[in-house]
């Protein structure tokens, strides 16, 4: 089980900085538009670029230029993001930093990577930083990058490519390596639950939950199987079952629904919207293996207020086996005595700029005496920020 502890922002998307503490599970409560979004598709960007070259990551997301942040006189053409891991398989704690520079005709180069792994009490780091040289004479310009680690690996490595993703091999940056790759965002579509799907190995849960019949088939014959019937039942009645189904080339779900003397077996095309999006977020937390780092977003769409409870138990359980960050704006979701408000970040939008703040001292203090919980409280437009905000942290170390 890995440990995230700590996201930094820079220039990214509505923020123009942003420090991010986790606790297990964080609960990123905001209005429509206020920026969690954001914050979910950083995870994403940053899982993204350890597994696709990072020029094409930015191109899916509409180029650098896009993410980078608008408000102001003259917009930024730079960002950069920052996440530090406490305990990761196989490691203490770790970090990875990037800075990138958005050129014209959606190109990108990296301004400045630096990545940290502590393993066996040793810590094994490299920082890379870009080293342009201007020639007067004839106005050409010379790019380059300086490297210091105490690794020894070099490797070589053009102006938008990461060292991480091809390195990460080496046992000293594995364990940070697989972190970020685990890290998992998801907003299901009870679309794609509907459709029979493609079949894959079942290994990861897609982000919409489009190969959701595969993950289904892997728990097969597992203890994890019989429990995730179980949690289905208890957010919707009378269902006693789901299984994977084959139909033709793809893969379908099937789903068993029993009342007193009578057993049906409907097709995923039957079922409710709440149905599948609750066997979507049930998965995303069975999975095998399981993600280092899980982000919901808004889990309480098309579910009833009533059926809330039991994704608060599912959530509850995922921490047991993972950082857990959920983003909403549900009273219903947040009505529950185990939420404290170490729990909570509330993600603000003013002028043009998203903020992550913590709870203000008199929030704190209401849900501490146990005077509300923190659905009243968002209920009745009393979950209030600190204003004062949270110090901004560094992107980068100084290793030199």
């Not at 549900?330 to 185990?338: A, G, H, V």
Request: hydrophobic residues 40%; contains cysteine; aromatic residues 6%.
């Amino acid at each position: 089980m890995s440990s995230a502890i700590k996201l930094v922002l820079e220039n990214y998307r509505s923020f123009p900085s942003a420090t991010l503490d986790f606790d297990n599970p964080l609960f990123l409560v905001g209005r429509n538009g206020s920026g969690k979004s954001n914050l979910a598709n950083a995870f994403s960007l940053l899982a993204d670029a350890m597994v696709f070259p990072l020029q094409d990551v930015f191109n899916r997301r509409g180029g650098a230029r896009s993410i980078c942040h608008r408000t102001g006189g003259d917009k930024p053409t730079q960002f950069g993001m920052r996440i530090d891991f406490g305990q990761m398989d196989g490691a203490e704690g770790g970090s990875f930093a990037f800075m990138v520079v958005a050129l014209p005709n959606h190109r990108i180069r990296i301004v400045r990577e630096q990545a940290r792994c502590k393993i066996g009490g040793k810590l094994w780091f490299y920082d890379r930083d870009i080293d342009l040289q201007h020639r007067a004479a004839n106005g050409i310009e010379t790019i380059s990058y300086n490297l210091n680690t105490n690794s020894g690996l070099n490797p070589d490595v053009g102006l938008a490519t990461l060292c991480l993703p091809l390195i990460g091999g080496d046992s000293r940056f594995a364990p940070l390596f697989r972190a970020l790759r685990a890290m998992r965002v998801y907003s299901i579509s009870p679309a794609m639950l509907r459709e029979p799907q493609d079949p894959d190995d079942g290994l990861a849960l897609k982000a919409d939950g489009s190969n959701a019949a595969s993950v289904l088939r892997e728990l097969a014959g597992t203890p994890d199987a019989a429990e995730i019937n179980q949690m289905l039942g208890a957010i919707v009645p009378a269902t006693t079952g789901v299984s994977p189904e084959t139909q033709g080339n793809k893969l379908g779900l099937a789903f068993t629904q029993q009342w007193p003397g009578q057993s049906h077996r409907f097709n995923a095309s039957d079922m409710s919207d709440g149905t599948l999006r609750s066997l979507g977020l049930i998965l995303s937390v069975y999975q095998r293996p399981s993600p280092s780092l899980l982000v919901i977003e808004e889990p309480e769409a098309t579910i009833h207020p009533g059926a809330l409870g039991a994704i608060l138990d599912l959530i509850r359980l995922a921490t047991k086996r993972t950082q857990v960050v959920v983003t909403t704006h549900s009273p219903e979701l947040l009505d529950n005595k185990w939420i404290k408000d170490n729990n909570l970040r509330l993600v603000c939008w003013e002028n043009g700029a998203s903020r992550v703040l913590l709870p203000s001292e008199a929030t704190r203090q209401t849900m501490r005496q146990h005077l509300m919980w923190a659905g009243e409280l968002l209920r009745s437009d009393a979950l209030r920020p600190d204003v004062e905000g949270l110090a901004d942290s560094d992107l980068f170390e100084d290793y030199k």
